[in-house]
């Protein structure tokens, strides 16, 4: 099976959903990286849903739970540029697919579908 081609965000601005997608997965390559993403998505989660109960207070760690992981992973395992950076909300869309596709088990098949940024594209965005 041959991987898709991402696009490279650093040559144009992506326009549409389905290209982000591809590029965001292929952002999302390293298997560490997409684990703190799913921690991350995972403990954003669960602080929305226990707030009513232990207060709304706790929502303030919302950015730094969500975003720490994941961004833990891109600069330290994956080596580039969070796509939150340039479109937050896709990214924040696409994160939470991510989290729906790990627990169903499709990230993996997603991943080899669309592939690794090329070397060069990803050198651009750091």
Request: proline share 6%.
């Amino acid at each position: 099976m041959t991987a898709q081609t991402a696009p490279s965000v650093s040559s144009q601005r992506i326009t549409n959903y389905d290209e982000f997608w591809k590029f965001y997965v292929s952002e999302h390559s390293n298997p560490i990286s997409r684990i703190l993403h799913f921690i991350g998505s995972g403990l954003a989660i669960f602080l929305v849903l226990i707030s009513p109960i232990v207060g709304f207070k706790v929502l303030w760690a919302l950015p730094f739970v969500g975003y720490g992981f994941a961004w833990l992973g891109h600069f330290r395992f994956e080596r580039n540029r969070p796509a939150s950076f340039k479109y937050p909300l896709w990214s924040l869309v696409s994160d939470f697919r991510m989290f729906g596709y790990i627990l169903i088990g499709k990230m993996n098949s997603e991943v080899e579908k669309y592939g690794r940024a090329p070397l060069i594209d990803r050198r651009q965005q750091v």
